[in-house]
């Protein structure tokens, strides 16, 4: 049985790589052009116009919208006060609101998600810790333990320097580690940039919500 899940938002394709490993044909949809996605089909649009056109032709729907706001990074910025970031978690959410299948919204610690779900690289043996939020409708989904970390994130802070058995994929210099270094600790062998890995999370966290996902799309088609 073939089934389809749409990714919206999608960027290189780290979520449609998970998603791939758990048996589902992947479209990704993304504003940008994104020449190494990973997924079996991109289309270059507006993600929320394409998903009103098209959702109901797919198995299930994820979404990673922009909620820059909400970064850490950001949020010590006062600039994100005054309306310069978008957030289009509630539009999304309105959106898969009107749909029938299984729905994953996906997006970093502090953002207005429903916690039904709490990923980190710890959790799978990764070289970096990347928390992230799935607000989770139309399926179960079962929360692993949040193994204790093994240390620090390796760079520097405030002119000391830290070592640690995470790199952070974010930002340049401070020993936050080479674009190979990152591209190992996340498994996206196939990104080519600082950007697309600095927007994507690791395809193990959606690896393991496509396989129980597809165990119970499969349950009830039989």
């Not at 998970?18 to 479209?27: C, P, S």
């Not at 395809?203 to 396989?211: A, C, D, N, S, Y």
């Given at each position: ?50 998903l ?16 820059q ?27 898969f ?35 992230r ?31 640690g ?58």
């Amino acid at each position: 049985m073939s089934l389809n899940i749409l990714d919206l938002f999608s960027a290189a394709g780290g979520a449609a790589r998970g998603y791939q490993n758990a048996g589902f044909h992947v479209t990704g949809v993304d504003i940008n052009p994104q020449p190494n996605y990973a997924g079996d089909t991109f289309i270059q649009g507006d993600a929320l116009e394409y998903l009103a056109a098209h959702g109901h032709e797919y198995d299930a729907v994820h979404g990673s919208p922009p909620c820059q706001a909400s970064c850490t990074l950001i949020k010590g910025n006062q600039k994100a006060t005054a309306g310069n970031h978008i957030n289009l978690i509630p539009a999304t959410r309105a959106a898969f609101a009107k749909l029938t299948v299984p729905t994953i919204i996906e997006n970093v610690q502090g953002s207005d998600l429903r916690r039904d779900l709490t990923l980190c690289g710890e959790m799978f043996g990764l070289g970096v810790i990347r928390h992230r939020y799935f607000e989770v409708t139309g399926f179960e989904v079962t929360q692993p333990t949040h193994r204790k970390h093994r240390g620090r994130v390796r760079g520097w802070r405030h002119g000391t320097y830290y070592d640690g058995p995470y790199v952070a994929p974010y930002g340049k210099g401070g020993g936050k580690g080479t674009l190979d270094e990152w591209r190992e600790a996340m498994e996206v062998p196939w990104m080519e940039t600082h950007q697309e890995i600095t927007e994507c999370i690791p395809p193990k966290f959606t690896e393991l919500i496509g396989r129980q996902l597809m165990a119970q799309l499969v349950g009830v088609a039989e």
